[in-house]
């Protein structure tokens, strides 16, 4: 019986022994590596979270300079436009000289035609309007004056030219250099309300005056012509 009692005891100093044997206590080096570990494993997530970032910061570099990109083609393309621009406005311009150093050219050139012209012909026609003095209620309104189908004068007569005109005063209406040929002369006048129109070809000679004389008389417009070699008119 005390053999018994002695092999529980030694049970049960044994049996505390085994249980520690199976949970064992972690060594020194087991702590260490664990502390390595969970030490690595934050710094690889910093590294996750730092390259993620940097991603970030890299997709909005990328960005702005891409637009730095497209801004600087936009101003690239203005600028080469504005520069188009002002070169086509340069040669407008120098055309628009031209053409206006040619103008002036060609007008001084026709002038100088021209009175070479009259110098070598000296043919001058000149077309007159009177009034008959002897009727006192002969009002004349107005005169149109045509040479060769072009315009040439356009008159409007009030109380006091009409007076004038019934107390002798002639009316010039035209007085031009022209070209040694016929010319076709037409005069339309308005005589108290009534239209009246008289026309006549004339032939002018070189280095004379041909004169064209238009009257108004009893309501009629009677024509005359003569040439002098001077300038006045009778």
Excluded: C, K
Excluded at 158 to 166: D, G, T, V
């Amino acid at each position: 019986m005390t053999r018994s009692w002695w092999a529980v005891l030694v049970v049960l100093a044994v049996a505390p022994g085994a249980v520690h044997a199976q949970d064992p206590v972690p060594t020194a080096q087991q702590q260490a590596y664990e502390t390595r570990r969970q030490q690595l494993l934050r710094e690889a997530e910093e590294t996750e979270q730092r390259l993620t970032e940097l991603r970030r910061q890299r997709v909005m570099l990328q960005a702005r300079v891409e637009a730095a990109i497209a801004e600087d083609l936009r101003q690239r393309s203005e600028a080469l436009m504005m520069s188009e621009e002002q070169t086509a406005l340069q040669s407008l311009d120098s055309i628009l000289v031209q053409s206006r150093d040619n103008l002036a050219e060609q007008r001084e050139r026709f002038q100088s035609l021209g009175s070479a012209v009259r110098r070598r012909t000296g043919a001058v026609l000149v077309v007159l309007l009177r009034a008959d003095s002897s009727s006192a209620e002969q009002a004349l309104a107005a005169a149109n004056l045509q040479i060769n189908g072009a315009g040439a004068a356009t008159r409007s007569y009030n109380a006091e030219m009409n007076n004038a005109l019934r107390l002798g005063a002639v009316d010039q209406l035209y007085r031009a250099d022209v070209l040694p040929t016929r010319h076709s002369v037409q005069v339309s006048v308005t005589v108290n309300g009534q239209p009246l129109s008289q026309s006549i070809d004339v032939d002018a000679q070189g280095e004379t005056v041909t004169y064209v004389q238009f009257a108004i008389r009893n309501g009629q417009l009677v024509s005359r012509t003569w040439t002098a070699r001077g300038t006045t008119p009778f």
